[in-house]
């Protein structure tokens, strides 16, 4: 997707997430944001690590995408005499980055069988990785797309755009292609408190698509659906139950039961990869509970242009940090995926999945 | 209320939000809490109009008591033989501070009154209203408390405490005396963006009572309800609606309408004053849109304990920021009022006011 202003200048260019050039992966450095445009360029796979690990390229697709680029800098990086345990040693070692990346895993089997065989099906096998991520982005744009009238006021929780992803995203890949299309759209962006990523990176990602938004404290939404602002709501997905149930960063649950009470439809947008056809209901998802200092404190960007930590609330005060919070499946409108959009139910599941 | 580590040592101390000795005013400058407490003395009713106007005292019961104090400066301090002017050019001075503080005109009216009479029955008056906006919240307390059991989880949004009030606030009052009864009760405290009064000056309070509670994200509040951790929720209003209706602190709304979802009792503590029966419902209140650099900015302590202004937001970006909403009668359990708990209904409303 397009950014805007690079170098200071008024040019603007296409970029991905992440994406190799020769035996270097180049990646967006995502923890700056939104504050400073930077590329990392990561020479080899030790590299490569320490960049997931570090948080400069995070988000399901794109962290997917750097551990299969990883993988292939391992194959190719690794000496024709000690290769098969080279590239085994790699692939333990960028599995460790963050073991909790379902997506990391799917990538470095896949590029590591590739290797088995050589080092250039290794690459080609890894930017297939990031090219069917990007691929399956534009298909759910596709899909979500279609439900998105002109002049819709769509209202988006946390971040599930592009730089989640290689290109596109999720939640916010529909609202790109409608705007495309020349469709009026209108984004509430929640700031989506405690990390702020919507006011941080989806405001960002729509201010370079030049698609009018307004940042929102999370409090005011249902205000905004009682008072009939909000045509739809759009939010991605960090797990997808057997049953439908979602699991999502904190707070969509909270728009979830207000869209349903003012009867405003409530879409979630992921790629197969999210669901997770072994959890059978939300209720076995663990929520991840976070340092409190995210609540406590705020960190951004002080007068003199300096990233800064300050105290926002009593000394020596507790917080309670859930990071993610589970929506029923019986509140969900639909789930828009690259196979089409489906009705969160088992059976409609398991058809995407080509399970009788 | 009691506030503890007066002075740096461990001594604590009890206080009204604001009182008057002779012909001074005295007030805790809320501007400065929860990082500072210091009171600030008023000399005359030029500085108490100073001290509102500049909100170095905020909150409905609190702007009224400041203002009948300054009436009764401005009646102490009029000229003998220009009297009657002299009050009136204060009144008028008084009510221009705050022109939408409706506790402030019944204030400055009341005690306008009784300084027709005398300079005594100015102050004495003056005092009567701080008196009985202690003695209204300690009833809301003694109502409230009725329905905390012993264990209960509270959720609280933004701050209904005695800082609003004179002393033991709204929503707070019931926790208070609960606690003071020995229930075991622990709180959980809405950070309430964008100006943070739940985690300022809410957890401030609860501190300062030694009340067990943790500071929440608002997005949080839907989740801790799915997981059976609240058994109720008390919040203040700023206005209430002849037929039940409450506008109060945005975020409210999406609380009740969790809170109803999950069967969880939803109360509002208040008293008569914040009634508006010339309002028939809450469409008719109209909601104020505050600057949008309270959503893009957050202010707090910085490392060197200075006050700082910081961006958390993507530069550039634009807010929308509705300071309140309205929250349906039908979603309320019950009002706290110094009356007694009445249902959010017309009749029952009526009933506190003696009208038939």
């Not at 869209?259 to 405003?264: L, S």
Request: charged share 25%.
């Amino acid at each position: 997707m397009k950014v805007n202003n690079i170098d200071g200048n008024n040019s603007s260019k296409n970029y991905r997430t992440i994406w190799m050039e020769g035996t270097c992966v180049f990646m967006i450095e995502q923890n700056l944001l939104p504050f400073e445009f930077k590329i990392y360029k990561s020479e080899n796979y030790k590299q490569t690590c320490h960049a997931i690990k570090t948080m400069i390229v995070r988000g399901a697709g794109a962290i997917g995408a750097a551990a299969g680029f990883a993988m292939a800098q391992a194959s190719t990086e690794a000496s024709d005499n000690e290769y098969i345990r080279g590239i085994q040693i790699a692939k333990t070692e960028i599995e460790a980055t963050r073991p909790t990346a379902r997506n990391l895993f799917t990538a470095t089997e896949r590029v590591f069988n590739a290797a088995l065989i050589s080092k250039a099906k290794a690459v080609n096998e890894a930017q297939n990785i990031a090219d069917e991520d990007a691929q399956n982005s534009l298909l759910i744009g596709e899909y979500g797309n279609e439900l998105i009238k002109n002049g819709f006021r769509i209202e988006t929780h946390c971040n599930a755009g592009w730089l989640a992803f290689v290109d596109y995203g999720t939640a916010l890949s529909p609202i790109y292609l409608a705007h495309k299309q020349g469709k009026e759209v209108f984004i509430y962006v929640d700031e989506t408190r405690p990390r702020n990523q919507g006011a941080k990176l989806t405001a960002w990602e729509l201010q370079n698509e030049n698609i009018p938004y307004a940042i929102i404290a999370d409090n005011a939404g249902a205000h905004l659906m009682s008072k009939g602002k909000i045509d739809m709501i759009i939010t991605g997905a960090d797990r997808i139950a057997a049953n439908g149930d979602v699991a999502n960063k904190i707070g969509t649950l909270e728009k979830a039961i207000a869209a349903k009470y003012y009867n405003i439809p409530f879409y979630v947008a992921a790629p197969k990869s999210t669901f997770d056809l072994d959890c059978r209901t939300g209720d076995e998802i663990i929520i991840e509970e976070r340092d409190e200092d995210e609540i406590l404190y705020q960190i951004g960007l002080n007068e003199n242009h300096k990233t800064e930590k300050i105290l926002i609330s009593a000394p020596n005060s507790k917080a309670i940090n859930p990071a993610f919070d589970v929506t029923p499946a019986d509140l969900i409108t639909g789930i828009f995926t690259e196979r089409g959009i489906i009705k969160p139910k088992k059976q409609e599941i398991n058809k995407i999945f080509n399970i009788e």
